[in-house]
């Protein structure tokens, strides 16, 4: 519930008090030839086709940069699948960007990974989903993509490229961590992101069939040390990042650095977000096809939300955090309550907090195979619109606790 005593309506920071982005998260594409069942991109990717064309990116690259955005990441969906990649990487090394391409590696050939470092890409980041071949087949739903991503892998840096490998952690892949490690080892990984899944987009779907139990992260955290031991006897520079999953905290994330503070995504099909995730949130956002990028960042109430702290409940604008943590993050607050207003759950401070705690002490008790992992593909995203429409009368404004999520696990 909101709170009554916080002025909801709609308080505006003055732009003088708001600093310009510093990064720019471009997500060229939701289209993309793996099925995660814990992609982070919207469960309606599909309502969302209608992506911008090459001049209209070039433009929110130049307008961007004005801005004062330095940093620059290409992802999707699969940004591979854009023709005019290198054009735009070369475009964002004219304005200055530090460019980072974030991808699959299905796509991706050695003479493309030429092409991009030829245009001034400064960047690549390859994901994997698990250790062995069969079980990466089964998260990606794809027979080639596995050792397609090796390939490439060991061909970014041959081009000359740090070799930076991602794996999204969960039940089913946490237990092969130590495979993992080895493998990337192996491969001559110099920086490796072991980065539990967070619960959005798909991975809030499947979030039953993705929950590690307990014991898991300890056993998994505690062999990311054994390795960071071995490799360090053994000389080897290859760093080891461990993310635990935020609902295992006892503090929230200063999630993007607080809301509109240095972070703006823009979608697929110009839709202008301070997150990748917020498109879920039930609130509209401004599109760069209508308005600048100045007026979004500065002007629009979407941005200007959750800016400061009048927006805060009483718990938060009462606490000393307020400022650090910015009441944590919105969608994961909205996800799991209902309200987007509300003090994220992962604070042990949050009168919901127990909620976590529950789905914890859950999902240790059941077996994974009790909940299916739900594959992210068109058909299962158009199913679960068309069930989101039932479930509101036809009408296409979700309310609040409506969630394609909730309505689809219902
Ligand atoms: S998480 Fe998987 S399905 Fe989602 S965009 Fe990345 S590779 Fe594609
Ligand atoms: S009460 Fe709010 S501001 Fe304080 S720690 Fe929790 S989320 Fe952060």
């Not at 071949?133 to 061909?155: D, F, I, R, T, Y």
Request: proline share 6%; net charge negative.
């Amino acid at each position: 519930m909101n709170d009554p005593t916080v002025n909801q309506s709609t308080f505006k920071p003055s732009a003088e008090s708001t600093s310009p982005p510093l990064w720019l998260l471009a997500e060229l594409t939701y289209r993309c030839p793996l099925q995660c069942a814990y992609c982070s991109n919207p469960l309606a990717f599909t309502r969302y086709q209608n992506e911008l064309d090459s001049e209209a990116w070039f433009s929110v690259l130049r307008q961007a940069r004005a801005m004062g955005a330095a940093q620059l990441g290409f992802s999707g969906g699969e940004p591979l699948i854009r023709q005019d990649l290198e054009a735009l990487v070369r475009e964002a090394r004219t304005l200055g960007f530090y460019t980072n391409l974030l991808t699959s590696g299905v796509g991706l050939t050695a003479q493309r990974v030429d092409a991009l470092a030829e245009a001034g890409l400064d960047h690549i980041q390859i994901s994997l989903q698990a250790a062995d071949p069969e079980l990466a087949q089964v998260l990606a739903g794809s027979a080639k993509a596995h050792a397609n991503k090796l390939a490439m892998a060991k061909a970014v840096k041959a081009a000359g490229y740090p070799m930076v490998l991602n794996v999204v952690l969960h039940r089913h892949n946490i237990d092969q961590i130590g495979e993992l490690i080895a493998l990337c080892d192996e491969l001559g990984a110099d920086a490796v992101e072991l980065a539990n899944c967070q619960y959005y987009g798909w991975a809030f779907l499947n979030r039953q069939a993705l929950m590690p139990t307990r014991e898991q992260l300890v056993r998994a955290e505690a062999e990311t040390n054994r390795w960071r031991e071995t490799l360090a006897a053994r000389g080897r520079d290859m760093s080891l990042l461990f993310v635990v999953p935020d609902y295992f905290e006892q503090a929230p994330k200063a999630c993007m650095g607080g809301w509109g503070s240095i972070f703006m995504t823009v979608a697929p099909d110009g839709a202008v977000l301070p997150c990748h995730s917020a498109r879920e949130l039930p609130m509209a956002f401004p599109n760069v096809k209508e308005t600048s990028l100045q007026d979004i960042w500065y002007q629009s109430d979407a941005f200007n939300r959750f800016r400061g702290t009048q927006w805060m409940p009483t718990l938060c604008q009462q606490c000393d955090e307020r400022d650090k943590d910015h009441g944590g993050c919105r969608c994961q607050a909205y996800l799991l309550t209902g309200d987007m207003n509300a003090t994220d759950p992962v604070c042990q401070h949050s009168p919901q907090h127990g909620l976590l705690e529950s789905l914890i002490a859950e999902n240790a008790q059941s077996a994974p195979e009790q909940a299916p992992l739900i594959p992210r593909n068109a058909r299962q995203s158009k199913q679960l619109q068309t069930k989101q429409l039932q479930s509101q009368g036809g009408s296409a404004a979700p309310s609040p606790r409506q969630t394609p999520e909730l309505i689809y696990r219902q």
